[in-house]
């Protein structure tokens, strides 16, 4: 992927920038009992990776909460 600068980190995710100015999300397993995650579309502006950092979150509540109301 070539040179990747930190931007930084929301919600435990780290946004990220590589070398042709695209932004793109992951987080690292140790900061969580979860395999690495990284979102498949990479980004143009910092707002609309949280976006999709918040919409990932959003889901997560969402599927904890059906599963233990099931």
Known sequence: MGNVKMI???RTFD???NDSG?????????LLNRPPYE???QF???SE????ID???RNE????SEGVLR
Do not use: C, G, N
């Open 44 to 46: 143009e502006i910092v």
């Open 15 to 17: 946004i990220k920038i």
């Open 22 to 30: 695209k932004l793109f999300v992951s987080f690292d397993s140790h």
């Open 8 to 10: 930084t980190r929301y």
């Open 49 to 52: 990776a949280m976006d999709a």
């Open 39 to 41: 979102f498949e579309p």
């Open 61 to 64: 509540t969402r599927r904890f």
């Open 55 to 57: 919409q990932y979150w």
